[in-house]
Structure formats: C-alpha cells, structure tokens
C-alpha cells in the first residue's frame, strides 16, 4: 500500500504562484511513477504533469513554460510548482502514484493505482 498526502492549494490571483507538495508512505520503491492531475466539475480527470522512470518529465501542453515538477527522494516528495497561473488551471489537483509497466509511466489517469485526497487550486482574474 501507498499513501499520499497533498498539500499546498489555495486561492490566487491571476499570474500568481502556488506550490503542491504529495508526502508518498508506504511501500513505495524506486522507480516508481509519480504525477500530478487536476480535474474540475463535469470533466474527466486530466494528466498535468509526471517524472518517469527515466527522469524525464512530460507536461500538459497548456501548462508548459509554466509549471515545473520534482521529487525529493530522500522525502519521498513530489512537488508542483505552478507560476502564471491562469483562471482555467483552477481545478483540484491530485497526486497520483502506480508501479508503470516495464518501459515506463502510464499516461491515463485510470491507470493509476494509489491517489491523495485532492487540493482545491482557484485561481481568480
């Protein structure tokens, strides 16, 4: 079992910066997949951003040049920095952790094994 605990959401302006942070427990090992997603009302819970097992780390086009993810190995600790942060990234944002197949991360949401609770991101113009 994997826990994960979010945190770091809240209220900005338009332009304004916030930083998640996922604290992962549990029976968690190197390489292990890790990603952010957010979803809003009425619609499908969408990838933001993950570091594969390889390191790299995709993003979501519309947050490209915006939003930098990273992980803490000794704190087993994903983080999100999100800058110039726009209305339409308002949504709840989750960590997502799963073992990935044998050459790396799944993209999908619904293949994700272990979520945290979500942290509310609203961002105001």
């Known amino acids: 079992q994997v826990q994960l605990v979010e945190s770091g959401g809240g209220s900005v302006q338009a332009g304004g910066s916030l930083t998640l942070s996922c604290a992962a427990s549990?029976?968690?090992?190197?390489?292990?997949?890790m990603g952010w997603f957010r979803q809003v009302p009425g619609k499908e819970r969408e990838g933001v951003a993950r570091?594969?097992?390889?390191?790299?780390?995709p993003y979501a086009d519309s947050v490209q040049g915006r939003f930098t993810v990273s992980k803490d190995d000794a704190k087993n600790t994903l983080y999100l920095q999100m800058n110039n942060l726009k209305p339409e990234d308002t949504a709840t944002y989750y960590c997502a952790a799963d073992p990935g197949w044998y050459g790396g991360c799944w993209i999908a949401a619904k293949n994700y094994k272990y979520w945290g609770q979500g942290t509310q991101v609203t961002v105001s113009s």
């Open positions: 549990g029976n968690i090992y190197s390489p292990y997949c």
């Open positions: 570091i594969e097992k390889d390191g790299s780390t």
